[in-house]
C-alpha cells in the first residue's frame, strides 16, 4: 500500500479512522491525505460531527435509564409501603401479608418503617381514647325530648289518632242525627 | 326494666331494641355513641366550635334514622355514613360562609365592639391542652380532607377498608393509598415525636 490513498480509499476508511480502529500506519496515510484534501476533510468533520452527536445523544438516553430505574425502584417501594400500611390494618391477602412478611424479615428499613406504623398507632390510639374520654356533654336526654317534640308534631302516631279521634266524633254525630230523625 | 340493664345489653341488641321505639334502650344508645363520635369530629373539623354542633345532629340523624336500617349488624358502618356525610356537608358549608361576628354582642352593657374577636386563636385553650396531643390534632387537621376522613374512620372508628370505601364512595384501593399516604404524612409531622 502506498502513502497516497485515492479519495475512494479514504472515505471507505474514514468511519475506521474516526473510531480509531486503524493501523498506526493506515492511520498516518488518512491523516496524510485529509491534509491535503479539503473534500474529503470536510467530509472527514461532517462524519465525525454526526457520530458525536450520535454518541452524546446515546449517553443522554442511557442516564435518563438508569434515572427512571432509580425511580422506579423508588415507586416498587412506595408501592411496599401501602401493602405495608395495610398489613397492620390486617387488610392483606394471604399472599400478599407472606410477601410483606419476607419482605420486613430480609430488609432493615423495611423493619423499621413497619416499627413506626406501630408506633403511629399507638400515638394515635392513646391521643384518640384521651379525647374520647375527656367528652363530658350528655345529648342523650335534649335528643330524646328533640325527638319527641318532632313526632308529637309531625309523628305518624298523633296524625292516627286526629283522624281516628275525627271518625268518632263523625259517627256519633250520624248516629245521634239519625236516631233524631227517627224519633 | 331497671337501667341498669340496659347498660349490659350488647350494642347490636340496643340498636334492635331501639328501632322498636324502646326509648331507654335509644338513650342508652345515645351514651355509648356519643363520647366517640364527638371525638370524631373534634379531629376530623376545624372548627372547634362546629363539633358540638355536629355530634348532636349525628346523633339527631341516628336516632331519627335508625328504623329505617334494615341489618342491625351494619350499625356501625351506617353510623360512620352519617358521621361523613355531615364532614362533607360542613366542609361544603365552611367553604361558603365566612365567619360572622354579630354587631348587637356588647350591646346591653352599653359599648360596641371596637375590634372584631379572632375566634381562630384561642390561645388559653391552645395552652391547656398537652403538646403532642395537639400536635397529632393540627397534622390530622392539615391532612388533606380525603386521607383525614380515611385515616380517622380507619383509626378512631376502627373500620374496615371496605367500609370505610361504601362510606366515603371509593373503592378498596383508594382507602388504601389513602391511609398509607395519610400515615406517611402523619410520620413526617410527628416524627420528633414517635
Known sequence: MTANLTC??????????????????????????????????AKYEALKSMVNSLREAHEKLATIKSGHE??????????????LSAYVDNELTDE???????????????????????????VLYNSFDKAK???????????????????????????????????????????????IFWI | MPKLFYKKIPLEELVILSQKSDYRALEELIKREQRNIFATFAYLSKKRENV???????????????????NPKTFKSWLNQIITNLFYDELRKSTRKPQLVSIDDGQESGHYYTQIPDYRHKPAEKAM??????????????????????????????????EIASATHTSIGTVKSRIARARGKLQDGLKNYI
Open chain 2, 129 to 162: 391542652s398537652l403538646e403532642l396531643d395537639k400536635t397529632i390534632k393540627n397534622e390530622i387537621q392539615s391532612l388533606p380532607e380525603h386521607f383525614r376522613i380515611a385515616i380517622i374512620l380507619r383509626e378512631l372508628q376502627g373500620l374496615s377498608y371496605e
Open chain 2, 52 to 70: 358540638a354542633d355536629l355530634t348532636q345532629e349525628a346523633l339527631m340523624r341516628m336516632a331519627r334514622g335508625l328504623v329505617n336500617l334494615k
Open chain 1, 133 to 179: 374520654n375527656e367528652v363530658k356533654d350528655d345529648y342523650s336526654k335534649f335528643i330524646l325530648k328533640r325527638i319527641d317534640i318532632q313526632e308529637e308534631i309531625y309523628g305518624p302516631d298523633s296524625f292516627a289518632k286526629v283522624v281516628a279521634l275525627f271518625i268518632v266524633i263523625l259517627t256519633v254525630f250520624t248516629l245521634t242525627a239519625v236516631i
Open chain 1, 70 to 83: 432509580e425511580n422506579s425502584e423508588t415507586t416498587q417501594y412506595d408501592e411496599f409501603k401501602t401493602n
Open chain 1, 96 to 122: 400478599e401479608n407472606i410477601k410483606v412478611k419476607k419482605y420486613v424479615i430480609s430488609n432493615q428499613k423495611a423493619r423499621q418503617d413497619l416499627e413506626k406504623l406501630y408506633n403511629l398507632k399507638k
Open chain 1, 8 to 41: 475512494t480509499q479514504v472515505s471507505a476508511l474514514l468511519s475506521f479512522y474516526i473510531d480509531d480502529k486503524l493501523s498506526t500506519q493506515l492511520k498516518q496515510f488518512v491523516e496524510a491525505h485529509l491534509e491535503v484534501c479539503p473534500t474529503c476533510r
